[in-house]
């Protein structure tokens, strides 16, 4: 769980301020979980990514809205780069994005939620999803360019 604490914050203290607060509401809820619905790691998971999204929401007093992005061809980043990053590194990179964008970022490609859902969870535009998705690629293969200049 810390982990998913890690990739919606900037620093350690944050992740571990996120992770406490997110299994306080995990015991102090532990009587709604019902086990047919689902497994306790997924409650538990739901949970703490809602508790990261509060603290997100906490920091970032506005998320900034966007029309929809229509795709594009984005400059394709070598793979060797990829293969000499290690998961570290890939964090590192990922938290040095906005808080908001780097939210949807790891909501959409690390968690797996669809752009609706996205939407719904932080009460944003599908389209809204997408730009951040979209400008957090755009700021990681810039990274990427300045680090390993590709």
Known sequence: MMNICLRYTKNDADAVEVLNNGFYKVFKNIHTYTPGKAGAYTWIRTIVIN???????????????????????????????????????????????????????????????????IAGMLQISEGTSKWHVSEARKCLQQQLKSLYVI
């Open 51 to 117: 508790t990261c999204l509060n603290f997100v929401r906490s920091k970032q007093n506005d998320i900034v809205s966007a029309g929809e992005v229509a795709e594009r061809d984005e400059p394709p980043i070598h793979p060797d780069v990829i293969a000499r990053l290690n998961s570290a590194e890939i964090l590192r990179l990922v938290q040095l994005l906005p808080p908001a964008t780097q939210a949807v970022f790891n909501l959409f490609a690390i968690d797996g939620f669809t752009h609706r859902e």
